[in-house]
């Protein structure tokens, strides 16, 4: 496979030059963006070239691991061979079971089969402004934590009919996008995670993000902060969230139920993909590829089908007990 031209630079009408690649941006900017379109491996690891008019590299070959808040068991989970997707149920089959066994896992590749179209006419999302934001690293993603107090869960929420209120707890980013649109990577993803009060159930609103000649409002407001979280945390002067509720308006969103993507992978959350992919300018991205390297679960099954580490083959389909031990039914056990 190759990388394909993402939806932004469509829109923007990019030109192919004489040496093959696409030049994104207009020619009197001061500085070009420019797309190669590389072949690659899908493995648990995808790589993006980009090159500046003056030089041409290969970003973001570190791997680093992800939010230590939910680790579970004994060995710290990451995103290398030793801890990474693959070895994360083995680590602690009990507490991560959903990992291994689960069939509503997430991330998905999102197509007309796998999610519900919906407009956002009907979901309500009211998000504030904000100062003196925590923006950190957990040593697995980059993280601004907004849950800290009530006035400031009260300030974001979201809704749609039939639903409970959910407030925004944080939101993190992802190198590159954990989801696929049409098998389509992007560079990045960017999770807002919801909570409903009691904390008892969760929806996550996910934006991919692509690179362009400039960063969207949001991540210009906290993403050109990145460099200075490799010390410890800092506080984001201000932070205005209304230009995310803005621009969810804009959109339309793919919906599904899904899971966590990190362990214990548990399953029931609310998930809504968003169409429109926000943008990251080149300088910014190869900014948070040194922080982050590769933060990523690899795509899941489709919901509902076996999950990909279920050693059941032969047409054997699983089921759980109460107690959570697999039960295999069916199947000539080829």
């Given at each position: 496979?190759s990388?394909?031209i993402?939806h ?17 941006c207009?020619p ?11 072949t690659w ?5 995808s790589?993006?070239?980009i090159t500046a ?5 290969i970003l973001?070959r570190d791997?680093h691991?992800r939010d230590?808040a939910?680790?579970?068991g004994?060995?710290?989970w ?5 801890n ?8 602690n089959p009990?507490?991560?079971f ?8 997430t991330?998905?590749d ?8 919906q ?18 690293s957990?040593h ?5 934590q ?5 006035a ?5 929420t979201?809704s749609?009919?039939g ?8 939101f993190h ?6 989801h ?5 990577i992007f560079?990045?993803e960017v999770?807002f ?14 934006y ?21 979280i490799?010390?410890?945390p ?9 230009t ?6 804009t959109?339309s969103?793919?919906r599904y ?7 214990p ?14 943008q ?11 922080i982050?390297?590769?933060n990523s679960?690899?795509?899941q099954a489709?919901p509902?089908?076996a999950?990909?580490l279920?050693p ?10 109460g107690?959570?031990a697999?039960?295999?039914?069916g199947?000539?056990?080829?």
């Amino acid at each position: 496979m190759s990388w394909v031209i993402p939806h932004a630079i469509e829109r923007r009408s990019p030109r192919l030059t004489e040496n093959n690649t696409w030049q994104l941006c207009p020619p009197d900017l001061q500085h070009q963006t420019t797309f190669l379109f590389p072949t690659w491996v899908v493995a648990l690891t995808s790589a993006l070239a980009i090159t500046a008019q003056a030089c041409t590299e290969i970003l973001g070959r570190d791997l680093h691991s992800r939010d230590a808040a939910e680790a579970i068991g004994t060995v710290a989970w990451g995103y290398e061979a030793e801890n990474g997707p693959l070895s994360w149920f083995n680590m602690n089959p009990k507490a991560n079971f959903a990992c291994g066994r689960g069939t509503k896992q997430t991330p998905i590749d999102v197509t007309k089969d796998t999610t519900t179209k919906q407009s956002t006419a009907a979901i309500t999302m009211n998000y504030g402004r904000f100062s003196n934001v925590k923006f950190e690293s957990t040593h697995h993603t980059a993280q601004v934590q907004l849950d800290i107090n009530n006035a400031t869960k009260e300030a974001n929420t979201l809704s749609w009919p039939g639903s409970e209120v959910y407030y925004l707890a944080q939101f993190h980013f992802h190198t590159p996008s954990e989801h696929r649109i049409n098998n389509e990577i992007f560079p990045m993803e960017v999770h807002f995670v919801h909570k409903t009060k009691d904390g008892s159930k969760a929806a996550v609103v996910g934006y991919l993000i692509e690179i362009g000649c400039s960063n969207d409002p949001i991540i210009e407001n906290v993403l050109t902060s990145i460099n200075a979280i490799k010390s410890g945390p800092v506080y984001l002067p201000s932070l205005d969230l209304t230009t995310v509720s803005s621009f969810f308006k804009t959109t339309s969103v793919n919906r599904y139920i899904g899971s966590l993507t990190t362990p214990p992978c548990s399953e029931g959350l609310e998930w809504f993909v968003v169409d429109k992919p926000l943008q990251i300018n080149e300088w910014t991205y190869k900014d948070v590829k040194t922080i982050l390297g590769f933060n990523s679960r690899y795509t899941q099954a489709d919901p509902g089908k076996a999950n990909l580490l279920d050693p059941v083959r032969g047409g054997q389909s699983t089921s759980t007990t109460g107690s959570g031990a697999p039960v295999t039914t069916g199947g000539s056990g080829h």
